[in-house]
């Protein structure tokens, strides 16, 4: 009950665990692009009165754990994000002033699951996600 948060009327503990990918999973997240992401998403959750408590950019998906109040809803707080930091990543790397129609950064859906009880062990899985995925990428180049 130690991470209890609470708003007016109500006292929640809401932490889901969320995965999206670039368009057409292209590995678009490199260099200095994936290192100043993480703070932009960390801004942007904070608009939604939401907190990022673990995150992994990996070169073609994002994983976070993300404690979402229960007056917004996940796909509220998501599609901010997403939309807010294509537009962010347009202007800034892309040399765009405006986010003109069709220019789309990230795929349209995302993965979500529940955190509950289990919050370390999905904060170990998205901390060794990189490890895992190299392994992963080793084995399939003895085949």
């Known amino acids: 009950?130690?991470?209890?948060?609470?708003?007016?009327?109500s006292r929640w503990d809401c932490k889901y665990h969320v995965v999206w990918i670039p368009k057409c999973r292209r590995k678009a997240l490199y260099g200095q692009l994936r290192q100043y992401l993480g703070e932009v998403l960390r801004e942007l959750a904070r608009h939604k009165e939401s907190k990022i408590l673990e995150g992994h950019l990996q070169p073609d998906?994002?994983?976070m754990l993300?404690?979402?109040?229960?007056k917004y809803a996940v796909s509220q707080v998501i599609g901010y994000m997403k939309g807010k930091s294509a537009i962010h990543i347009a202007r800034t790397y892309l040399g765009q002033r405006?986010?003109?129609i069709g220019m789309h950064f990230w795929a349209r859906g995302y993965f979500v699951s529940t955190v509950g009880a289990d919050e370390e062990v999905v904060r170990a899985y998205i901390?060794?996600?990189e490890k895992e995925d190299n392994r992963v990428d080793q084995l399939s180049l003895w085949k």
Do not use: E, F
């Open 1 to 9: 009950m130690n991470n209890v948060q609470s708003l007016s009327h």
């Open 61 to 63: 998906h994002i994983h």
């Open 66 to 70: 993300i404690a979402i109040p229960p």
């Open 98 to 100: 405006k986010n003109y």
């Open 127 to 129: 901390r060794d996600q």
